[in-house]
């Protein structure tokens, strides 16, 4: 059963975003930072583009709520309820960052490191998806989905217990790198962690299900 709690949590949050953005918005300048390369320099967009991301704060609370109910698989969803709810809540709180780090930089440019905060808060995504990835049940929306977890339980198990601890290393390996070097080493660094770790993901579950069907 879906923690109501954590439910309303999630709207609120979505909507705390939505109408700081609604307020804040006609004192925004025209240009607005909205994007920050790993070279340090700041890319700046129309101030209507704030909406893009504060607008994804109600839609994802929506959609969250809704995508249980849209998968054949949804009685699966009881079984990891628990770190469903938090995620919820975890993406809508990494949207308020975001959007936060936005509008503060738009009022007080350069005041605060940027890619440090979004490397922080990448870690510790990471780290919670790794942690709670073994539990996830097969469904069709959330998790590793590929043809050979969604074609075998058992592979998708081996699958999520693999993909937690690589994407736990990676939230490791990404807070260790954002301390030591550049945001640009960092970044590269977490690409590579990244892609690296989906790839050895799916050739392991296409190796375990080969496996499984011969």
Request: aromatic share 16%; with cysteine; hydrophobic share 50%.
């Given at each position: 059963m ?11 949050i979505?909507?705390a ?10 004192k925004l300048p ?16 129309s ?14 609370a929506l959609f969250f709520d809704?995508?249980?109910?849209l ?6 969803y009881?079984k990891?309820i ?13 949207l308020a960052v ?5 509008l503060?930089e738009?009022?007080?440019p350069?005041q605060i490191h ?6 922080f808060?990448?870690?510790i ?10 539990k ?10 590929n ?9 998708w198990?081996?699958t ?9 290393g990676?939230?490791?390996l990404t807070?260790?790198s ?17 892609i ?8 392991a579950?296409?190796l ?7």
């Amino acid at each position: 059963m879906k923690s109501k709690k954590l439910r309303i949590l999630n709207y609120t949050i979505a909507a705390a975003v939505f109408l700081t953005t609604a307020f804040l918005y006609p004192k925004l300048p025209d240009q607005i930072p909205t994007n920050w390369g790993f070279d340090g320099v700041t890319h700046y967009s129309s101030r209507s583009t704030i909406w893009i991301i504060a607008g994804m704060s109600p839609l994802f609370a929506l959609f969250f709520d809704i995508m249980p109910y849209l998968d054949p698989r949804q009685k699966n969803y009881q079984k990891f309820i628990g770190f469903y709810d938090s995620f919820c809540v975890g993406m809508q709180l990494f949207l308020a960052v975001v959007t936060g780090i936005i509008l503060r930089e738009s009022f007080f440019p350069g005041q605060i490191h940027t890619a440090k905060i979004i490397f922080f808060m990448l870690s510790i995504m990471f780290l919670f998806i790794g942690n709670y990835m073994p539990k996830i049940q097969s469904n069709f929306y959330v998790g590793i989905k590929n043809p050979w977890t969604l074609s075998s339980d058992q592979v998708w198990r081996k699958t999520h217990r693999l993909g937690g601890k690589l994407y736990a290393g990676c939230g490791i390996l990404t807070l260790l790198s954002s301390l030591l070097f550049s945001d640009r080493l960092t970044g590269i660094f977490l690409m590579v962690l990244v892609i690296g770790s989906t790839i050895i993901i799916c050739l392991a579950s296409w190796l375990w299900w080969r496996k499984e069907s011969a």
